[in-house]
């Protein structure tokens, strides 16, 4: 079984910044992509950032410029470092494992975390 674990959600300012941090566990021999999608209140849950295994990022416009997307295959971590937070960035942050590879059983498998409160204050 695969686990994403979350961490580094919470209230700022905005202007502010914070770090969340995705972990994955399991018979994971590979991972194309990793990335993070929120959910707002009342909203559909939306692509913020996304990046592939080999490095190559992907951004929602409303991010560009303030969030990176960063990963290190070696620990199956992915990173969303957000600057410049605004409160429109207030919602559930989820972490995304895309074409996972195990070792248990054959083809590719789409694994979420349980979500991390980001709360952006005005």
């Known amino acids: 079984q695969v686990q994403l674990v979350e961490s580094g959600g919470g209230l700022v300012q905005a202007g502010g910044s914070l770090r969340l941090s995705c972990a994955a566990s399991g018979s994971i021999f590979s991972i194309n992509t990793m990335g993070w999608y929120r959910q707002a209140p009342g909203k559909q849950r939306e692509l913020v950032a996304a990046?592939?295994?080999?490095?190559?990022?992907n951004y929602a416009n409303s991010v560009k410029g303030r969030f990176t997307v960063s990963r290190d295959n070696a620990k199956n971590t992915v990173y969303l470092q957000m600057n410049s937070l605004k409160p429109e960035d207030t919602g559930v942050y989820y972490c995304?494992?895309?074409?996972?590879?195990?070792?248990?059983?054959?083809?590719?498998?789409?694994?979420w975390g349980q979500g991390t409160q980001v709360t952006v204050s005005s």
């Open positions: 995304n494992a895309d074409g996972v590879g195990v070792t248990t059983m054959p083809g590719r498998y789409r694994y």
């Open positions: 990046v592939t295994s080999g490095g190559s990022p």
